[in-house]
């Protein structure tokens, strides 16, 4: 596994962009995956910081800022194959958020580690190949 990202949840998608955009880094995408009810924008070069913004209150992440405020919201691993890493989360007794992967940002397949089995860190695995 390599780094990915780091996600970091934000109130408004445009703000976040401009802080970044403040600190010297460039928008490398920004795109709305609905599956998720979010707006993502992935800052830098790579790895990634990738601001997330629920779009709506029923979103994960919205209800995440209202619980835990803005900030860091998970970190993501490049794998070759999400199969095969959830095969291993199963085989060590860990219980993934996702049984499969799904689609994600980027047109990438994506799923989530539960924060219990990984020191109290969300942890996303992204399939990159197309």
Do not use: C
């Not at 095969?87 to 049984?99: V, Y």
């Not at 940002?105 to 992204?126: C, N, Q, R, T, Y």
């Amino acid at each position: 596994m390599k780094l990915h990202h780091v996600g970091v949840a934000v109130r408004d998608l445009n703000a976040g962009i401009s802080h970044y955009q403040a600190l010297g880094m460039t928008m490398a995408h920004r795109e709305t995956v609905p599956a998720q009810k979010v707006e993502v924008a992935f800052m830098g070069s790579g790895p990634w910081i990738e601001l997330v913004a629920g779009l709506g209150p029923d979103s994960p992440v919205s209800k995440f800022i209202d619980k835990r405020g803005e900030g860091q919201h998970h970190v993501a691993y490049a794998v070759k194959s999400i199969a095969v890493e959830l095969e291993k989360e199963a085989k060590a007794g860990r219980k993934p958020i996702d049984a499969a992967a799904r689609p994600g940002a980027w047109g990438h397949k994506v799923a989530f580690l539960h924060p219990k089995d990984h020191s109290g860190v969300l942890i996303e695995l992204v399939e990159e190949g197309h």
